[in-house]
Structure formats: C-alpha cells, structure tokens
C-alpha cells in the first residue's frame, strides 16, 4: 500500500492508504477518514474541539472569514501581502524545505510558503477552512504540487518527531486550549535547528491604554491577549518577539535546541564572594548568625581572599 507522508496522530506511525481509499490505516489499526480527498486526522479530543463553541464561527461562517480578513487588513491601514512576506520572511525558508502550517484557515499564508519553494504541510481544525483553502489555491492557479492539506489538532500532530525544517501558525493561538501544550507540541516535529514562527492578536503593551488599543479591544476582546512567552519550551533558542500590523498583533520566533541552555558551572568568580555557579547553587549549608558571617568576611579580606575559599579552607581543617 502506497505511504502518504501522514502518521498517526496517537503512535506516529506511518499511515497508508486503505484498499478502498476511504482511510488512511495505522499498523495498530487506526483508521482516519479521507473526506472529499483531504484526510482527516483526529483523535476523539480533537473531534470535539472542532465541535466545540471556540470553532464554531469557523464552522459555520467560514465562507465569510476571507471577507474579515480584508477588513482587519484595511482598517488597521496596511497591505496584506506585504504583511504575508514579511511573516514569510521571519520562517527563514531555504528552498526544499519542509514546512508544517499549524492553522491554515483559508490558506492565505501557504501559497507565499509554495511561492519560497517549500514542501507545505498545511492543516487546520477545522475540514470547512481546509476545503475553502484549497479552492482558493486553485481559482488562484497557485502550483500545488509541493502541497498537503490535512484536517489535525494541533495538540495532536499526525507527525513523528523532528519531522519538518519550519513551523508556522498565526491567527488562532489564542483560542487554542492549552496553549503550552501545542507550542510544545509544534516544536517536537521540528527538528533541532529548525524555526517555529507562531503569532496572534495583541496590542503591544506599551499601546495597551492609547485610543488605538482601547478601540481595538472594544471591538475585539482578542486584542487584549499578550504574547504568551512564558508558553515557549525550555529548549526554544534565539528567542524573539515582533509586533506588526501597528502592533496590534504579536509575532513570536525561536529556533529548535535541545535541553535548557548549559552554563560552565566551575568558572569561579572575582570579587569578595567568590565561588562558582556550583558551589553557590548545588553547594549551599544551614545559615549562621550575622556577626559570625561578618567575621568570616572580614577574616577572608584580610588575607585578600574571597569568603568562599576562606570557608572551604576552615570547613576541611575542621574535618580532617
């Protein structure tokens, strides 16, 4: 059976194609049904999202999302495609690479992604935007040819680790459930070394009491959102944060590491208290009195050594 660069959402195994076309099948025997040629890939919890009230004006109005799209484009006084470039821009495309769009909605963003030379891997929760999506690439005579679309939740990737060069989302984080799960969860299929571009509504902070920020937050309670940095995983590197559109709207960029960052924890410092990272943090005792503290310290300047190396020399004659 032909493999369809899909996987299974619950053990990231490859999918492929049923003898009938209707699914896509796990070797554990997961099914996933192909509606209308796009494959829907979600898991129960997924499937109720997508029926929950946060995407029931993408359901049911999604035929009207394009037209509020031109809207905020017009009155925030800017020019979408320039816009688009420039979230296009901060993905540092390299040609060939792979791209996961988390959240393509209508598919505005995916053809500069294609137009760059990418492998595009555009999803969204919900099938109505998908299908939407792709007639716009097609009545636009956009190549495609580099293109899945796919119907997923992006707290449940339908991918394995480190599977994409760049991820992408904007516009919808803020209604996302759990946020630091998905970012999480968009950054474990990106492999080390790879960007992840996520961004939203959000008055910048310093526009957050101005009539501009008021305006927009009367008319839209989503401009009240912040850029949810503290959501972004510890192995994130290079992390930065851009507002565009007037500032309305935040922009956030790392690139993929592994672990926290290190630090030399030996490196021992200058100056009257001395020590290291190590010996301060991984080697702290029980307190004493501050006039004891005092007499170590002034013991340890007049020999014109720090406190650290005077106490470690007293505790070893003390115990040998």
Same mark, same amino acid.
């Given at each position: 059976?032909?493999?369809?660069?899909?996987?299974?959402?619950?053990?990231?195994?490859?999918?492929?194609?049923?003898?009938?076309?209707?699914?896509?099948?796990?070797?554990?025997?997961?099914?996933?049904?192909?509606? @209308?040629?796009?494959?829907?890939?979600?898991?129960?919890a997924g499937q109720d999202e997508a029926r929950g009230d946060r #995407?029931?004006?993408?359901?049911?109005?999604?035929?009207?999302?394009?037209?509020? #799209?031109?809207?905020?484009?017009?009155?925030?006084?800017?020019?979408?495609?320039?816009?688009?470039?420039?979230?296009?821009?901060?993905?540092?495309?390299?040609?060939?690479?792979?791209?996961?769009?988390?959240?393509?909605? !209508?598919?505005?963003?995916?053809?500069?992604?294609?137009?760059?030379?990418?492998?595009?891997?555009?999803?969204?929760?919900?099938?109505?935007?998908?299908?939407?999506?792709? @007639?716009?690439?097609?009545?636009?005579?956009?190549?495609?040819?580099?293109?899945?679309?796919?119907?997923?939740?992006?707290?449940?990737?339908?991918?394995?680790?480190?599977?994409?060069?760049?991820?992408?989302?904007?516009?919808? *984080?803020?209604?996302?459930?759990?946020?630091?799960?998905?970012?999480?969860?968009?950054?474990?299929?990106?492999?080390?070394?790879?960007?992840?571009?996520?961004?939203?509504?959000?008055?910048?902070?310093?526009?957050?009491?101005?009539?501009?920020?008021?305006?927009?937050?009367?008319?839209?309670?989503?401009?009240?959102?912040?850029?949810?940095?503290?959501?972004?995983?510890?192995?994130?590197?290079?992390?930065?944060?851009?507002?565009?559109?007037?500032?309305?709207?935040?922009?956030?960029?790392?690139?993929?590491? !592994?672990?926290?960052?290190?630090?030399?924890? @030996?490196?021992?410092?200058?100056?009257?208290?001395?020590?290291?990272?190590?010996?301060?943090?991984?080697?702290? *005792?029980?307190?004493?009195?501050?006039?004891?503290?005092?007499?170590?310290?002034?013991?340890?300047?007049?020999?014109?050594?720090?406190?650290?190396?005077? *106490?470690?020399?007293?505790?070893?004659?003390?115990?040998?």
């Amino acid at each position: 059976m032909k493999e369809t660069g899909f996987f299974c959402p619950r053990t990231h195994e490859p999918l492929v194609i049923s003898a009938d076309g209707r699914f896509l099948e796990s070797p554990a025997g997961d099914r996933y049904p192909v509606i @209308d040629g796009i494959p829907s890939l979600l898991l129960a919890a997924g499937q109720d999202e997508a029926r929950g009230d946060r #995407n029931k004006y993408y359901r049911e109005r999604a035929a009207e999302y394009d037209a509020g #799209n031109d809207v905020m484009f017009r009155m925030l006084l800017c020019e979408e495609e320039q816009t688009r470039e420039q979230l296009t821009d901060f993905l540092e495309i390299a040609r060939g690479d792979r791209i996961l769009e988390v959240g393509c909605g !209508t598919c505005r963003d995916t053809r500069h992604f294609l137009k760059r030379g990418a492998q595009v891997y555009a999803g969204d929760i919900n099938r109505e935007m998908v299908h939407i999506g792709r @007639d716009r690439l097609e009545t636009a005579e956009v190549d495609t040819s580099a293109l899945k679309l796919f119907v997923a939740d992006a707290g449940k990737l339908p991918f394995p680790d480190g599977f994409f060069d760049r991820a992408f989302h904007f516009g919808g *984080l803020n209604l996302f459930p759990d946020i630091r799960a998905s970012v999480a969860e968009i950054a474990r299929v990106v492999k080390p070394g790879g960007r992840v571009v996520l961004g939203d509504e959000g008055v910048g902070a310093w526009l957050g009491e101005t009539e501009f920020g008021k305006i927009l937050k009367n008319s839209n309670p989503l401009f009240h959102h912040q850029a949810p940095l503290d959501k972004i995983p510890t192995h994130a590197r290079n992390v930065s944060c851009h507002w565009i559109l007037n500032g309305s709207f935040y922009v956030m960029v790392f690139d993929v590491g !592994t672990g926290e960052p290190q630090l030399d924890l @030996d490196i021992e410092f200058p100056g009257w208290r001395g020590g290291s990272h190590r010996k301060r943090y991984f080697g702290r *005792l029980e307190g004493v009195s501050p006039e004891l503290r005092d007499q170590a310290v002034k013991a340890a300047a007049a020999e014109g050594i720090s406190v650290v190396s005077w *106490l470690e020399r007293a505790l070893r004659r003390a115990l040998d």
